[in-house]
T-cell receptor, first 110, second 114 residues
């Protein structure tokens, strides 16, 4: 079964810097989604990009999708301490389920 | 207003016991899910219900039995608990089974089996 895999797995940056994380997957998809999980909390849906889209923006978030390379990236611009969290990508392969990656831990240092 | 709520938040119990986790969503969504997140934060789907009907049943021991009394509720009953069942269990919901708009997650239930 397909599974998103984020890279790198841990990222520590200074407040105000940009954070970029990547995700790769193995099979064709309908869409790819990014989620954030704060420590001890549930996941929060951030953004969804469809397979026919290449880039999408939402506030300080920018997501790209390259279906030829089966990869996606999430960019958080001008990071804040509140962005400290784990970020997961999840792929919808059309079988009514999301396959989640392993997650990236991002720490933003004030 | 809590969109997806779960109870209890923490559950500590001994091996062999039977326990239930409850989930409710007030979003009017048609589809609900149960996920298991292990100690390495890997999230894996267990079950999915659409309008009270089971549509996904992953390779989960039959000690786990979901029940959906109505489309706003999806409970998880676990029989004969084992040490390996220790994890965080998340309930989630979405507008449709087609996954076009993202899922809403509950706060999680941390289950510890001793």
């Amino acid at each position: 079964s397909q599974q998103g895999e984020e890279d790198p797995q841990a990222l520590s940056i200074q407040e105000g810097e940009n954070a970029t994380m990547n995700c790769s997957y193995k099979t064709s998809i309908n869409n790819l989604q990014w989620y954030r999980q704060n420590s001890g909390r549930g996941l929060v849906h951030l953004i969804l990009i469809r397979s026919n889209e290449r880039e999408k923006h939402s506030g300080r978030l920018r997501v790209t999708l390259d279906t030829s390379k089966k990869s996606s990236s999430l960019l958080i611009t001008a990071s804040r301490a509140a962005d400290t969290a784990s970020y997961f990508c999840a792929t919808d392969g059309g079988n009514n389920r999301l396959a989640f990656g392993k997650g990236n831990q991002v720490v933003v240092i004030p | 207003d809590t969109a997806v709520s779960q109870t209890p938040k923490y559950l500590v119990t001994q091996m062999g016991n039977d326990k239930s986790i409850k989930c409710e969503q007030n979003l009017g969504h048609d589809t609900m899910y149960w996920y298991k997140q292990d100690s390495k934060k890997f999230l894996k789907i267990m079950f999915s219900y659409n309008n009270k009907e089971l549509i996904i049943n992953e390779t989960v021991p039959n000690r786990f039995s979901p029940k959906s009394p109505d489309k706003a509720h999806l409970n998880l009953h676990i029989n004969s608990l084992e040490l390996g069942d220790s994890a965080v269990y998340f309930c989630a919901s979405s507008q449709e089974a087609g996954l076009l708009a993202g899922q809403y997650f509950g706060p999680g239930t941390r289950l510890t089996v001793t």
